[in-house]
């Protein structure tokens, strides 16, 4: 048994009891008025809706006059707390300084595990460290005060720090980027100093996840050795970028973090094995208790894994009264409790997909899986099925919203690995908690849970595969709603056998013509092809045509490698004649590795830059191991292809990089080429910025071309003189949609386009070709074929 409806099956029929719910979705709603727009927003929401309750309650609505006094009352304290948090957060000492990017040094303790941040962060690989505030010296002033700080700091130094450390750190203060009661951010210099112990279970933690790794290692492949901890404890440490991508593609990034399903799979294995032996209904309410809090541990008590343990608790708790109908009103007191007690949850993505997902395990899955079951499907299967069905449709209007697509594969996707996720975690934790007294007893559960975790990698490689299968849907709020609408009205009609019957001839009807259009895009890529720009997300990676079949030229490889990967395959580029990496930022050079991997290389190239050092020291490892040679590219080299000339322009005097962490500084040592090909010439910049351009303009070189690669992803970086000595028919603007830079730069664009040239983006347009045609009707010959389904925006 699997599932939170196995716990929550309704008795007798009795419908849920929905009275607390108005009460505590009030209570979101106003703390999510207060945190985003601000305290002032809040406390009118706040007041408007209390007042409203109360004269409603007053009013002709008397038959529901508790449920509208509970609401007034809640939205009244929600707007108290939630606006004295946020003008505490406003008002917060540090918030001046990080305005001006004063230097600071802050004591702190570590409220959860710091996290890689991937796709391209200039300079080392860093880490994100969410952490509360509990000294700060900024211009000679001391204080001793509180506050959510989030630090980037080296992930070389920081990474293997534990929740509820405290440490040192010195670096430089930046304003929050999100609205989430976060008072400063700081970009840390150095390792962290005066560094505590963790707590004792936080050490015990470390061990079994220890030695859940090692079991998994000793029994199973590089790829599910990977992915069974971060499945089961949610440890990614060794998750392959190949298997996060699959995994992120296809849909399924959600079983790689720790949520309410982990907790729900174990309290629902245990109850049903209790119940078969028929023990009391509060004695397995209070050894489910016990599951949990051993599960917190196991996964480290971090924010994430306690909201998740709330959510389980939820269930537990309508077990020990006795009654299913006490899990919505549970429900909605934990939703109460934890946007009161922290503010910052109600604007959290991950909480509004744990609620939306509880909520619909409670309400709607007990139904479907009755009705699987009186179509005699077996009860297991019914439960898994019921389960992931309605997760999925409960959360895809706010994965739409958030992410701007929606993609049907990623609901088969989630269909296909329900029935093993349950074996893989209750495997999982069982090999954890045997690992410190019986690691071969360990590495025999590991080696048991390996055919359900190679069976979710198969089903997440296929359908990663599948990439154009996403539909465009509007972002934001307006998108989530406008989506949620259309189900409602979907599943009510369901509900009528002969609209069930038309909704499977529209389903069917709707394959046939996206399958063939999305599954295999028509048309792609263009016949003569000369240059592609490949969507790899907020990174670059062009592939340049030679002329020769099946070989090509790279220039950058993005931030991943299964990204650049599938580009390449879909171009049917079998071999690289070269790997040029304008500069050594990941985002340009992560994906390095995907490149090469089955492709023979003729060699890497790099400039003169040197810095990041471990990012070219891992470059020269990836092509030693492609058995490549490893190159320097110099201004006035000319390599040849039969359909292809690159011209190397510069850099002309790259100053030296003092420090690897100035991003301007390495973004400036970016190779500078020209590429002649039957299409026309296409100017690309890699990442230099105003210096860079100014220094190529003293030069003295031609840098007229008939296709401009926007430099740095369309910043603001890219001086108007530099675009007048270009003079570009068209642009390409290497992107990746939402990212946190504010890439690119409107004002940039609609200059471009005023002036005449057509612009086209990746996270807009997907892969775009540069191809032998006509671009805006003057006879000559350059055309640009965009392939469509842009890779959605990355979750942060």
Not at 245 to 270: E, K
Not at 491 to 516: D, I, K, N, S, T
Not at 675 to 691: H, Y
Not at 764 to 788: I, Y
């Amino acid at each position: 048994m699997t599932s939170v409806a196995v716990l929550t099956r309704a008795e007798g029929g009795h419908p849920a009891d929905l009275r607390l719910v108005p009460a505590g979705l009030a209570a979101w709603l106003v703390v999510v008025a207060t945190v985003g727009p601000g305290p002032a927003t809040g406390t009118v929401v706040g007041i408007a809706t209390a007042v409203l309750a109360v004269l409603a309650a007053v009013g002709g609505w008397w038959f529901a006059r508790p449920v509208l006094l509970a609401v007034a009352g809640c939205a009244a304290a929600a707007a108290v707390v939630a606006s004295a948090h946020g003008w505490s957060a406003g008002h917060h000492p540090l918030r001046a300084p990080a305005e001006r990017a004063a230097a600071a040094e802050l004591r702190v303790v570590l409220r959860d595990d710091p996290h890689i941040i991937r796709g391209g962060f200039p300079g080392a690989p860093q880490v994100a460290v969410p952490a509360e505030l509990v000294a700060a010296a900024v211009d000679g002033e001391h204080w001793a005060l509180g506050g959510r700080v989030l630090l980037l700091a080296p992930a070389a130094e920081w990474a293997e720090l534990l929740p509820g450390q405290e440490v040192g750190a010195v670096g430089l203060l930046a304003p929050p980027a999100r609205s989430d009661l976060t008072v400063a951010v700081l970009r840390v210099r150095g390792p962290p100093h005066a560094v505590s112990a963790p707590p004792w279970w936080q050490s015990a933690a470390g061990e079994l996840r220890a030695g859940l790794r090692e079991a998994s290692s000793a029994a199973l492949s590089p790829a599910a050795a990977g992915l069974l901890p971060g499945l089961t404890v949610g440890d990614r440490s060794r998750l392959s970028a190949e298997v996060d991508s699959d995994f992120r593609a296809a849909g399924l990034t959600h079983l790689l973090a720790v949520s309410g399903a982990n907790l729900a799979i174990l309290t629902g294995a245990l109850l049903w094995l209790l119940r078969r032996m028929r023990v009391d209904p509060r004695v397995i309410a209070a050894v489910g208790a016990l599951v949990v809090a051993g599960f917190v541990v196991l996964a480290r008590p971090s924010p994430s894994v306690l909201r998740a343990a709330v959510m389980a608790g939820v269930v537990l708790l309508a077990l020990g009264l006795g009654r299913a109908r006490a899990a919505m009103p549970a429900l909605a007191v934990a939703v109460l409790v934890l946007v009161m007690s922290d503010p910052a949850l109600a604007v959290d993505a991950g909480f509004a997909l744990s609620i939306t997902a509880t909520a619909a395990l409670v309400l709607v899955a007990p139904g479907w899986a009755e009705a699987l079951r009186r179509r005699r499907v077996p009860a297991p299967l019914a439960e898994a099925i019921a389960v992931a069905a309605a997760a999925c449709v409960a959360t895809a209007p706010l994965m739409a919203g958030l992410s701007g697509t929606v993609n049907p594969a990623s609901v088969v996707a989630n269909l296909l690995v329900a029935p093993a996720v349950p074996i893989a975690t209750v495997l999982g934790v069982l090999a954890a908690l045997v690992s410190p007294v019986a690691p071969v007893v360990a590495q025999v559960g590991a080696w048991l849970a390996g055919p359900a975790i190679e069976w979710m990698i198969v089903v997440a490689d296929r359908t990663a595969a599948l990439d154009g299968f996403a539909v465009g849907w509007p972002g934001g709020t307006g998108g989530a709603v406008l989506l949620a609408a259309l189900l409602l009205v979907v599943v009510w009609l369901a509900r009528l056998r002969r609209v069930r019957v038309l909704l499977v001839a529209v389903v069917l009807g709707a394959a046939l013509v996206l399958v063939p259009t999305r599954f295999v895009p028509v048309g792609w890529p263009p016949t003569g092809w000369s240059m592609v720009a490949c969507d790899v997300g907020q990174g670059d990676a062009l592939v340049l045509a030679t002329g020769e079949p099946g070989w090509a030229v790279l220039v950058d490889a993005g931030p991943d490698e299964g990204l650049v990967d599938a580009c390449l395959s879909r171009l049917g580029v079998q071999a690289l004649a070269l790997v040029v990496l304008t500069h050594l930022h990941a985002d340009h050079v992560g994906g390095l590795a995907g490149a090469v991997r089955d492709r023979p290389v003729g060699a890497v190239a790099v400039g003169p830059g040197r810095e990041p050092f471990w990012t070219l020291r891992a470059a020269a490892r990836t092509a030693a191991a492609a058995e490549a040679p490893f190159a320097e590219l110099r201004p006035g080299q000319r390599l040849a292809w039969p359909a292809l000339v690159l011209d190397v322009l510069g850099p002309r005097h790259p100053a030296a990089v003092v420090d690897p962490d100035d991003g301007t500084a390495v973004n400036d040592t970016s190779v500078v080429m020209r590429a002649s090909t039957p299409a026309g010439t296409v100017l690309l910049t890699g990442d230099a910025e105003l210096a860079g351009q100014a220094d190529l303009i003293r030069s003295g070189v031609d840098l007229h071309a008939d296709v401009l690669k926007l430099p740095h992803h369309g910043s603001r970086s890219t001086g108007m003189p530099f675009l007048q000595a270009v003079r570009p028919r068209a642009v390409l603007v290497s992107v990746g949609a939402g990212n946190s830079y504010g890439h690119p730069n409107r004002a940039l664009l609609a200059g471009l386009e005023q002036a005449g040239a057509t612009v086209r983006r990746t996270d807009v347009s997907g892969d775009t070709a540069v191809v032998a045609g006509d671009l805006g009707g003057d006879g000559s010959r350059l055309g640009l074929v965009s392939r469509g389904s842009p890779l959605p925006a990355a979750r942060r």
